[in-house]
């Protein structure tokens, strides 16, 4: 698992003096548990950060069948594609739990884009890593049968958003089976069919609203590999 720092955070890849002068632009806004920051379609007025909390990036079918792309946490940037391509929101980002959101206007972006080169430069370096991952996740989604797709999540969750102790077990937090079903554009059941597989393999414990993956290393050595391109996740530490 290759992980990549400012895999969603093109403010971090910046100088610190350009840095700060983007945070000044900032206004902030906080979401409680369900609210849209904004919705499929809406016109792109303004980028985003998550300044606290979790904010998850999904599209719905017309029977209603939610798919989550990616769950996005402290520092990471949303809303961005939309400015540079002058096009609608081609998702939804709805917040999970309270979460504070720094706001950049499209009019601060656009005056911060063309003042500062280093600020292009920075978006094609987060966008070239998001389209690796996007390239991973479509491998995955072709090439691979559930199990080793769930496998998969699980140890990118572990590495992203999971806490390792000494003993190299990561615990992954408020995540649920129909969660990691959004995630996979999966049925809950199979997911929890698969779990359960896990679990009596002594791979993964099953918790209330957790899961504990009890070797990482090991669990990872046995899916990162199975396609030719080497999985990516977001690195926070």
């Given at each position: 698992m290759h992980k990549v720092s400012n895999l969603h955070n093109w403010i971090s890849e910046l100088p610190e003096a350009i840095?700060?002068?983007?945070?000044?632009?900032?206004?902030?806004?906080?979401?409680?548990?369900?609210?849209?920051?904004?919705?499929?379609?809406?016109?792109?007025?303004?980028?985003?950060?998550?300044?606290?909390?979790?904010?998850?990036v999904c599209n719905y079918n017309y029977a209603g069948q939610e798919l989550v792309h990616v769950i996005l946490v402290d520092g990471d940037c949303v809303g961005d594609w939309g400015l540079l391509i002058d096009q609608p929101r081609m998702n939804n980002a709805i917040a999970c739990g309270q979460a504070e959101i720094n706001i950049l206007s499209k009019a601060h972006f656009d005056e911060l884009y063309d003042k500062y080169p280093e600020i292009p430069k920075a978006l094609n370096r987060v966008m070239a890593r998001r389209l690796r991952l996007t390239f991973m996740l479509t491998e995955d989604a072709s090439l691979l049968p559930l199990r080793e797709r769930l496998a998969r999540l699980i140890i990118r969750m572990?590495?992203?958003?999971?806490?390792?102790?000494?003993?190299?077990?990561?615990?992954?937090?408020?995540?649920?089976?129909?969660?990691?079903?959004?995630?996979?554009?999966?049925a809950r059941p199979s997911v929890g069919r698969e779990l359960k597989k896990f679990a009596e393999e002594g791979a993964i414990e099953i918790k209330y609203g957790k899961l504990l993956v009890r070797d990482i290393a090991a669990f990872s050595a046995q899916f990162d590999h199975l396609l030719s391109v080497e999985p990516v996740v977001a690195d926070y530490d």
């Open positions: 840095g700060e002068d983007v945070r000044r632009r900032f206004s902030q806004k906080t979401l409680q548990d369900g609210e849209f920051l904004y919705h499929q379609g809406d016109h792109a007025g303004a980028c985003y950060q998550v300044a606290k909390g979790r904010l998850k572990a590495h992203s958003l999971g806490r390792a102790d000494q003993d190299g077990c990561a615990l992954i937090e408020n995540i649920s089976h129909e969660e990691l079903a959004k995630m996979l554009g999966a």
